[in-house]
């Protein structure tokens, strides 16, 4: 299994719609969990932290299932503007003590 | 403002040409990383420092170089670039250990082509 794993879409959705998608993580003893924005050839900007259960910021709710090992992502009343990559990051528990990135889930919003 | 910084943004050169790419932050965190993205592949480690003097491979280090002197500052070395580390760069830093301490920021990226 995947350290990080995402499905690379793309996910084409009409504006207004709601969306979601998943991320699946291989080590259960993981604490950290993030979610990245990235707009093409520009840098990934965070978009959300999860650090319990879950965690919400206007349109935008990320969730923690830990016992299935799996972050979502989901975006309410989808804008244009929200067409982009969406990464997530999970920190490598052992000796490394650093952040593993899936490769990013594509989404685009149709007018 | 609070932000990394990389330069050159942009690089064309030819194979066995030393060069640097600078980053630097203005943050005052701990752990600074130097990454790859390519097509299909995603975000590919290929250095981090945990700490002044203290630096450790990544993911794909081969090829590669870093030294961090000071805090701010972690430039990434390409001492005989070849065509295969043509890619987009990016620098980050995140504070350090702890739940917020992963919170990586990045800079803008630098492309590299290396003919």
């Known amino acids: 299994r995947k350290e990080v794993e995402q499905d690379p879409g793309p996910f084409n959705v009409p504006e207004g719609a709601t969306v979601a998608f998943n991320c699946t993580y291989s080590?259960?003893?993981?604490?950290?969990f993030f979610w990245y924005r990235q707009d093409c050839r520009k840098e990934p900007k965070l978009l959300m932290s999860?650090?319990?259960s879950g965690n919400e910021d206007g349109r935008f709710t990320a969730q923690l299932n830990r016992a299935s090992q799996y972050i979502s992502l989901l975006i309410r009343d989808s804008k244009l503007s929200d067409s982009a990559t969406y990464l997530c990051a999970v920190n490598k528990v052992n000796r490394d003590d650093k952040i593993i990135f899936g490769k990013g889930t594509r989404l685009h919003i149709l007018p | 403002e609070a932000q990394v910084t990389q330069n050159p943004r942009y690089l064309i050169t030819v194979t066995g040409k030393k060069l640097t790419v600078t980053c630097s932050q203005n943050m005052n965190h701990e752990y600074m990383s130097w990454y790859r993205q390519d097509p299909g592949l995603g975000l590919r480690q290929i250095y981090y420092s945990m700490n002044v003097e203290v630096t450790d491979k990544g993911d794909v280090p081969e090829g590669y170089k870093v030294s961090r002197k000071e805090k701010r500052n972690f430039p990434l070395i390409l001492e005989s670039p070849s065509p295969n580390q043509t890619s987009l760069y990016f620098c980050a830093s995140n504070p350090g250990p702890g739940l917020a301490g992963y919170e990586q920021y990045f800079g803008p990226g630098t492309r590299l082509t290396v003919t």
């Open positions: 999860v650090y319990s």
């Open positions: 080590n259960s003893a993981s604490q950290s």
